[in-house]
């Protein structure tokens, strides 16, 4: 008994008063504060080693139409988008395939995605991270300030890409990161800031030397949380950057280019002009307005735009992808041993809420929840009814009585 009272940790001296828990070995103990001090330890001495035996090998095989034929499966429409998409990545491997030699250094081309909410942006650097055997990881850009100032650095988003690949560097230098709302950067107008811009100008000048190509310092746990620790060196040359915004309002900026008058009776073909559709027109200039300094805006050179959904895109979201939305509902039914069936006037009706509601196809899982929660809640506990029919008239009654109505717009 009196040897059990002074146990105590062989590393730190505590006693087991003093500790939480206290480990006994053969002939020592150690407490949960060494054991939590001695995983820091080695987990730095890992880090620190030569990366240069990392088994990352750029997988054979991949030609831009099998990358696209596999966003076909999941992602309806955009075609132009998974086009731009496709041959980026295909051109990013080729580049780490065959590397730099001789006189000619091919350089990577930054993407921009450009859509209006809900049109699949996220959902495309998803779908795309699920077939990509490099690292790849998803950033928001809303986060980021400028360094100094309460928030993330930029360099966390190469933390992020260190923590996908298990912290190996080498592999890590070969990946892909997306940068999502990056319109959120913007500053208010295409003018330099005359005050600091902590979120705005600032990010996107940190994001410069990144987007480009340099030996940046990373902090593998995230900087400011954990200042003591060792910094890592990784060169993004070969990391290629995908950014995507619905930058909100930007169509009055290419509908004032376009609607641009001329003197004389040299008049511009205006009838030509897809007055739905003015994303198809976005150039760099439309961006440099917007908010994006130049100089990013040089590093993003290749600039492509997603449609917006119809009602016609929308009924076959709801259908046709391998994971759509009414597959996972019948699914969870499945669950019960319920058949649920939709007619097509229900699956149009469901489609058309989307499109007053202007949420795009983020918003037909709201609607499809709205619709379908009172069936969820009572057919679990309904042992006879074994089948449920949506139809369009039960997809307008659960509507009335849905909060979703007031988001309604005229």
């Known amino acids: ?99 730099e030699g001789g006189d000619i250094k091919i350089q990577k081309s930054n993407i921009l995605f450009v859509g209006s909410t809900g049109t699949g942006k996220t959902l495309m650097a998803r779908t795309i991270a699920d077939f990509l055997e490099v690292p790849f990881t998803i950033v928001d850009a ?99 950057f995908i950014c995507g915004g619905a930058f909100d309002g930007i169509n009055k900026i290419i509908a004032r280019r376009l609607n641009t008058q001329v003197i004389g009776f040299d008049k511009r073909d205006q009838e030509h002009i897809d007055q739905e559709n003015l994303l198809q027109y976005i150039n760099h200039r439309d961006l440099k307005k917007f908010g994006l300094i130049p100089e990013l805006i040089g590093r993003l050179p290749v600039l492509t735009y997603l449609d917006p959904l119809d009602k016609d895109a929308l009924v076959r979201i709801l259908q ?31 489609a058309q809420k989307a499109i007053e509601f202007k949420l795009g196809a983020r918003g037909l899982r709201s609607i499809c929840e709205a619709v379908l929660t009172d069936a969820m809640f009572h057919l679990p506990s309904d042992k006879e009814q074994k089948s449920l029919e949506i139809t369009a008239d039960y997809v307008r009654e659960k509507m009335l009585k849905s909060k979703l109505q007031k988001l309604k717009v005229a």
């Open 1 to 99: 008994m009196k040897s059990r009272l002074q146990e105590h940790c062989s590393f730190c001296g505590k006693s087991k008063k003093e500790t939480i828990i206290l480990i006994a070995g053969i002939e020592a103990h150690i407490c949960e504060a060494c054991v939590e001090q001695a995983h820091d330890i080695l987990t730095e001495e890992m880090l620190s080693r030569d990366p240069k035996s990392s088994d990352f090998k750029v997988p054979e095989n991949i030609t831009p139409v099998s990358i696209k034929q596999y966003l076909d499966d999941y992602i309806i429409g955009q075609d132009e988008a998974k086009k731009y998409l496709s041959v980026a990545v295909y051109n990013h491997y080729k580049r780490l395939k065959f590397g």
């Open 142 to 240: 809303t986060i980021f300030t400028e360094a100094g100032y309460v928030g993330e650095d930029v360099e966390s988003m190469l933390s992020r890409l260190l923590q996908a690949c298990d912290y190996d560097v080498e592999a890590a230098q070969k990946g892909i990161v997306y940068i999502d709302e990056i319109d959120k950067i913007a500053r208010k107008n295409d003018n330099p800031s005359i005050t600091r811009d902590v979120s705005g100008e600032g990010v996107q000048q940190a994001l410069l030397k990144m987007l480009e190509g340099a030996d940046v310092n990373v902090p593998p746990q995230g900087g400011r949380k954990h200042p003591e620790q060792k910094m890592i060196k990784i060169n993004t040359s070969n990391i290629l």
């Open 320 to 350: 046709e992808p391998k994971n759509a939305l009414l597959k996972q509902y019948k699914r969870l039914f499945e669950m019960e041993n319920k058949d649920l069936t939709f007619t097509n006037d229900a699956i149009e009706e469901i």
